[in-house]
């Protein structure tokens, strides 16, 4: 167990480290790195959208440079697609978090993509405006195939999940429930807590099948059916972070540790440098009131979605501000930017244009891997393998 002098020791580090990437170290609180009393629990939270594909890439570079870190893990949370994946690396055999993880929740994310393209009916359902683009019939199927199947044979539950792990819903809404966020999760397992806010799980819920649970967190409106009222959970928290984080203080008793002190996190997405691209960010500089209406604002043909980016961006960066001034420096974001708009990365998965988005990612994670340091990739692996050694590794 380390000391208070080490706890002192790693936080100057981190300091230092901080300054050198270009960040303000004023704004890392003067907490302690490592918890004097208890259990360290560590989260590890996937947004949803597109950036699944660069930021599984990145897990994987950390793994290979600092083994036994994904093993670390104690929470793997997500929301919509990267619920999918964090249920995934959640539902591995115990003692098989490795790189051979990672390379199969990146082989997993690419099968269950190309399984949702749009055909030429799909995409015919989809312009004409009045049923949702795919079905979830095919999808529910390969999901199970992925997670395997539980100890009895039959698709795994949530229940049989070796790790504790969380997938954020959001409800429509019935009598007598108001529409709200849905945290499913199997923490229950070490007992129960009365719920205090969005979490409505209930022992029964540990019976769903992982499959079903990924449905309900990634059935975006539109593009999949609402399944059994249950929409994508980017509808309440596109980046799950606190979501997972007031969870895990919800049932600290049972997960037996004492307050935020012993909480780790380090959230995965992707914060773009500039929302909407940098011709948006000109247009945006050039006038003191941009008057635009809903065309520019989501059909821009060089930036489509734009309000759908800023939504996304906004929620996700507003999540990791509060995360980071409740943890400070026990508060990792790993979201450089995808080069590309939320819009376009989404038009791309729903015309099948995979390849295009696996080879920019590949690229991109190379320049990351190999130094590179500007604003589109920070944090830089070299201050994310620092601050995993002095924050993340030690217990």
């Not at 008057?291 to 060089?302: A, C, H, V």
């Amino acid at each position: 167990m380390a000391t208070n002098d080490d706890a002192s020791a790693s936080l100057a580090s981190l300091q230092s480290a901080t300054k050198r990437s270009g960040a303000d170290p004023s704004t890392l609180p003067m907490l302690d790195v490592v918890p004097k009393n208890g259990r360290r629990y560590r989260i590890l939270t996937m947004d949803g959208g597109p950036s699944t594909v660069d930021y599984l890439r990145q897990l994987r570079v950390i793994e290979h440079n600092r083994p036994g870190f994904l093993a670390k893990v104690d929470c793997f949370a997500g929301t919509s697609d990267g619920a999918w994946s964090a249920l995934f690396l959640a539902s591995r055999p115990q003692g098989k978090l490795d790189v051979g993880a990672i390379d199969a929740a990146i082989a997993f994310n690419r099968r269950v993509v190309e399984s949702m393209r749009l055909g030429p009916f799909g995409l015919l359902r989809l312009a004409t405006g009045g049923f949702s683009a795919i079905g979830n019939r095919d999808l529910l199927r390969d999901l199970e195939r992925a997670y395997g199947p539980g100890p009895d044979g039959q698709p795994l539950k949530l229940r049989d999940v070796p790790r504790d792990t969380c997938a954020v819903s959001f409800h429509l809404g019935e009598q007598p429930k108001k529409p709200g966020a849905r945290l499913f999760h199997n923490l229950l397992r070490h007992g129960q807590v009365l719920p205090t806010g969005a979490d409505y799980c209930t022992p029964k819920d540990l019976d769903l099948t992982v499959a079903e649970v990924a449905l309900r967190s990634g059935s975006f409106p539109i593009l999949m059916p609402v399944r059994e009222g249950y929409a994508d959970g980017g509808l309440f928290a596109n980046n799950p972070a606190m979501a997972a984080l007031t969870l895990a203080m919800e049932y600290r008793q049972l997960l037996d540790f004492e307050d935020l002190g012993n909480v780790t996190v380090m959230s995965c997405g992707a914060d773009d440098a500039a929302i909407g691209g940098r011709r948006v960010k000109r247009a945006v500089a050039s006038k003191k009131d941009l008057d635009w209406g809903w065309i520019p604002w989501l059909l821009l043909p060089w930036a489509p979605l734009i309000m759908v980016d800023a939504v996304v961006t906004a929620s996700g960066r507003g999540i990791s501000y509060q995360c980071r001034q409740l943890l400070g420096p026990r508060f990792q974001r790993l979201g450089p930017s995808m080069g590309a708009t939320f819009g376009e990365q989404v038009l791309r998965l729903i015309t099948g244009r995979y390849q295009k988005l696996y080879n920019e990612a590949d690229d991109r994670v190379m320049q990351w891997a190999m130094g590179a340091d500007s604003l589109d990739f920070r944090p830089s692996l070299q201050w994310t393998l620092e601050w995993v050694d002095e924050v993340w590794m030690p217990d």
